[in-house]
């Protein structure tokens, strides 16, 4: 059975920076395009960033340069380093594998003024 699960979101000020991780079972991550997607209330759900199995990256505009994603293949784990945040950042992140496709339970992102 094939399970993401998200951890590290939480409440943090403008300017500060959070760490997500999403550990993968019943998958190999480094074998398959891993995403962060996040969703704020009311919008829809929109792509964040991702990393080939190649290890290529792409990130949405709005978080180019704040951004990192990441991905550890020894702890199986994907990571999103968040740094200078901003309230537009607020949402649920997602952890999402495109080979199986899968979505993790999510992760709430508060980002206060």
């Known amino acids: 059975q094939v399970q993401l699960v998200e951890s590290g979101g939480g409440l943090v000020q403008a300017g500060g920076s959070l760490r997500l991780s999403c550990v993968g079972s019943?998958?190999?991550?480094?074998?398959?395009?891993m995403a962060w997607y996040r969703q704020a209330p009311g919008k829809q759900r929109e792509l964040v960033a991702d990393?080939?199995?190649?290890?290529?990256?792409n990130y949405e505009d709005s978080v180019k340069g704040r951004f990192i994603i990441a991905r550890d293949n020894a702890e199986n784990t994907v990571y999103l380093q968040m740094n200078s945040l901003k309230p537009d950042d607020t949402g649920v992140y997602y952890c999402?594998?495109?080979?199986?496709?899968?979505w993790g339970q999510g992760t709430q992102v508060t980002v206060s003024s």
């Open positions: 999402y594998s495109r080979a199986p496709n899968r």
């Open positions: 019943g998958i190999v991550i480094r074998v398959t395009t």
């Open positions: 990393i080939t199995s190649g290890g290529s990256t």
